[in-house]
Nanobody
Framework: QVQLVESGGGLVQAGGSLRLSCAAS????????MGWFRQAPGKEREFVAT????????YYADSVSGRFTISRDNAKNTVYLQMNSLKPEDTAVYYC?????????????????WGQGTQVTVSS
């Protein structure tokens, strides 16, 4: 049983920073790609960032490129999302997810396992 547990969300002012963490258990973390997605009220879940199994490949949504950084620590079975220069439009529930492939992917439909989400609220 794969489990993903996010943490690190909260309330921050525009321009501030947050670091999200996602701890994984239940299978060999180090061989699978990971992703971060977000969902704002009334909107569909959207891609934020993804990272391949060894951390060498990563992709970002245009809206967060240059402000967010995804990373992973395979020794700790954890993936991170460092979020800088936050904007009110970044407000959403953030989810981490994993797929049954080592290759990073932007496609939300290719992810099989999801965490419960963590709320990020950016005030103006």
């Amino acid at each position: 049983q794969v489990q993903l547990v996010e943490s690190g969300g909260g309330l921050v002012q525009a321009g501030g920073s947050l670091r999200l963490s996602c701890a994984a258990s239940g299978r060999t973390f180090s061989v699978f790609a990971m992703g971060w997605f977000r969902q704002a009220p009334g909107k569909e879940r959207e891609f934020v960032a993804t990272i391949g199994w060894n951390g060498r490949t990563s992709y970002y949504a245009d809206s967060v490129s240059g402000r967010f950084t995804i990373s992973r620590d395979n020794a700790k079975n954890t993936v991170y999302l460092q979020m800088n220069s936050l904007k009110p439009e970044d407000t959403a529930v953030y989810y981490c997810a994993t797929r049954s492939s080592s290759i990073a992917s932007r496609n939300v439909n290719e992810y099989s396992y999801w965490g419960q989400g963590t709320q990020v609220t950016v005030s103006s």
